[in-house]
């Protein structure tokens, strides 16, 4: 599946470049002589502005996206990005390393379609994961597989997506798909091997409320799946393998050496977007998303153990004033979400023949956020441009487990703000961005007293609590060089860091670096 996945996305890269053609030859002359290098430097100084950072997410819908651009663009770049964390969720691990390609791109035709289109291929390692060997811990979780030994785990990750809109009358209809496949495994014992498959499409139409707005809503679809098998060369002397059900709960039925399992999953969304076709005045953006999956032993025949159902409630409302040159407005997001999880109990019969006696919601973990966001931006044709971000939010997050009696439970205040440039300098464009967070714990308590502190389920749990709980400074740096060359096509470096100091002696650091073309 995976090599015929890389020929996929050759072919797709190919045909991004096909349609980039396509849509060139279709110009006519006045376009073509706006393609020489001046014209390549303004239409990438609107195209990467940030103020779209502020507006992107109110035309996410297939129906919408032919107004969140006014020009074409395709990128494709090459990248390496480490991340290292010294505080952090154990089932996660404390950092990665990744080498990886990705190309998009935006083909916009004027009162008539949009077609865009994106594929990547990432390769890397998750460093020092304990208690989890289970791909997609913030999908499936708490209902992981796990042993005590963990390691660093190797990945292989492609995903591609791509959308049609078209115009018809006040009327746009558009259609959208994404697939995402992960293949991840450790070489040493505990060796892994697991196959994940994500797929999701979605169907919009919006539609022409006056000469200003545009009113849409979209229905999509998802199917996931994850095959999860673990292997030991060394069976005689192999950890014991825990079938966890959320705050260090195992099924203690299950446990020892039931080491396949399989995920299968599917939801579906809702979604209603308004937005202004000019991005000055009133946005609006609310969502659902119902999403559930099953967890069964394969060892067991394919014995079903655990569901989990989530539901996912997110709303945005913004305004925006100004002109083509300076943009000021406010935002007001918030998102609960809120995650059950079903388990069943069974009657041992002997000889893993297992009698399914009743079901019960042991597990609840429900989260929130709501932040308000401001925006001050000045955009010059042929001059500095720079910008103004702030942010301010609370967020909650609490987790309980029926039997036996535990919980989780904290909430922090945080907020940012972030201060972006662009200049020009000849031919060349530079962004930079410079930003900085904080977070402040508000409220924390835990309990897990049934457990004994020396044991080593007290200890993962006391150390993920740490870090939920901890209070935190963050610097965020990155900064953008775009250079033109001849016949339309721009020279691209990228690159980011991140600091973070935790409230203790810990500290974390993420590096990224990238090189592309852009035409």
């Known amino acids: ?59 996410s819908s297939p129906a919408m996206k032919y107004y969140s651009r006014n020009y074409s663009l395709t990128e494709f770049n090459l990248g390496y990005k480490e991340n290292k964390q010294e505080r952090y969720e154990l089932q996660q691990g404390d950092g990665i390393q990744q080498f990886g390609f990705d190309t998009e791109a935006f083909l916009k035709h004027k009162d008539k379609d949009v077609l865009w289109g994106s594929a990547a291929y990432s390769n890397g390692k998750r460093k020092n994961v304990l208690w989890n060997e289970s791909s997609d811990y913030a999908i499936v979780a708490p209902y992981v597989m796990a042993d005590t030994v963990g390691g660093d785990l190797s990945y292989e990750e492609y995903s591609f997506s791509g959308g049609y809109g078209i115009q018809l009358g006040k009327t746009m209809l558009g259609i959208s798909g994404t697939y995402r496949a992960l293949l991840e495994y450790r070489d040493i014992d505990p060796r892994p091997k697991n196959v994940v498959s994500d797929m999701e499409f979605e169907l919009a139409a919006a539609r022409s409320l006056n000469q200003k707005y545009q009113l849409s809503f979209g229905l999509s679809v998802r199917k996931y799946t994850q095959e999860n098998t673990l292997k030991f ?7 014991m393998v825990y079938h966890m059900s959320g705050l260090g709960v195992d099924n203690k039925l299950i446990a020892g050496n039931k080491t396949q399992t399989y995920y299968n999953g599917g939801g579906y969304g809702l979604q209603f977007q308004l937005a202004p076709k000019d991005k000055v005045g009133l946005f609006t953006n609310l969502e659902y998303r119902n999403f559930s999956f099953e967890k069964t032993i394969l060892d067991l025949q394919a014995l079903p ?33 809120q ?11 002997g000889q893993d023949n297992y009698l399914l006696i009743s079901k019960s919601k042991n597990y609840l973990h429900e989260q929130s956020d709501f932040r308000l966001m401001g925006i001050y931006n000045v955009q010059k044709q042929n001059a500095l441009s720079w910008q103004v971000l702030a942010d301010i939010g609370y967020s909650s997050d609490r987790t309980d487990y029926v039997d036996p009696v535990r919980s989780m439970d904290f909430s922090a205040l945080s907020g940012g703000l ?72 721009a020279l691209s470096l990228k690159s980011a860091y991140s600091y973070t100091a935790f409230d203790s002696k810990y500290s974390g650091n993420q590096f990224l670096i990238t090189a592309g073309i852009t035409f």
Request: aromatic letters at 12%.
């Open 1 to 59: 599946m995976f090599k015929q996945l890389k020929v996929f996305i050759v072919i797709m890269v190919a045909g991004i470049g096909f349609s980039y053609a396509s849509d060139t030859v279709s110009l006519d002359s006045t376009q073509l002589k706006k393609a020489d290098s001046l014209g390549l430097q303004q239409k990438l100084k609107a195209y990467y502005a940030p103020i779209h950072r502020f507006t992107d997410g109110f035309f």
């Open 233 to 239: 060369s060394r069976e005689f002397s192999s950890p």
């Open 418 to 489: 972030n201060l972006g440039l662009t200049s020009t300098f000849g031919q060349s464009m530079i962004q930079a961005l410079i930003g900085g967070k904080l977070s402040k714990n508000t409220n924390a308590s835990r309990s897990w007293s049934d457990l004994k502190t020396s044991s080593e389920i007290y200890r993962m749990l006391e150390s993920n609590y740490e870090y939920r709980t901890s209070d935190y400074q963050q610097l965020n740096l990155s900064a953008r060089w775009d250079y033109p060359l001849n016949k339309g096509i």
């Open 339 to 349: 995650r059950t999880g079903i388990e069943g109990k069974f009657d041992n019969r």
């Open 305 to 337: 153990v655990s569901e989990l159902k989530s539901k996912l409630w997110k709303g945005e409302l913004a305004y925006l004033l100004g002109d083509q040159e300076r943009q000021y407005g406010l935002k007001l997001a918030a998102s609960t979400e």
